[in-house]
């Protein structure tokens, strides 16, 4: 699938949200789409771990950990299981960590940035609910598109 972000707002403008460009781009997929699951955690990355380990089926897993830069809540393990898994990409409203092995990862992620620490392990947190972060909510079963130009989402698919 070919994603162009920047297409997409051009033809479907009264239709997308834009996130504000906060993103940075990781993994070795630097475009991606998909099927909104969401999760929302703060610095435990529990609930991030049981999303992944179930088929993904090229859907994108949003992670809304409170845009916390004290911790990771993605590293390369979660990466790993996420690609093996059939998931199309992850958005992280945090941190990931591992970058340089991310990077060779199949997977499309877009974070804040990298911490070296991980997370906690409480197992506390949300999952399929709507989340809003850098200007958008993002609601499960939307769809989110992601490239070098910016991460949109739109409530029906568009490619």
């Known amino acids: 699938m070919q994603i162009h972000t920047a297409d997409l ?7 997308i949200q834009v996130a504000a460009p906060l993103f940075i781009g990781y993994g070795a997929v630097p475009a ?17 771990r049981a999303a992944l380990t179930e088929p993904g089926a090229g859907q994108v897993l949003v992670v809304d950990g409170g845009g916390s830069l004290r911790c990771a809540l993605v590293g390369d393990q979660l990466a790993q299981l ?4 059939g998931w199309a990409g992850i958005l992280v409203y945090g941190c990931i960590r591992d970058a340089q092995a991310i990077a060779d990862i199949a997977i499309g992620i877009r974070a804040l940035n990298t911490h070296p620490l991980k997370s ?10 709507p989340v809003t972060f850098a200007g958008i909510t993002l609601h499960p079963g939307h769809y989110l598109y992601a490239d070098a130009d910016g991460v949109i989402v739109a409530a029906r698919q568009l490619l």
């Open 9 to 15: 707002c051009d033809q479907y403008a009264s239709e």
């Open 32 to 48: 991606f789409g998909g099927q909104i699951v969401t999760v929302k955690v703060f610095e435990d990355n529990v609930l991030v």
């Open 82 to 85: 996420a690609q093996t898994n």
């Open 120 to 129: 906690v392990k409480r197992g506390e947190g949300r999952r399929d609910i």
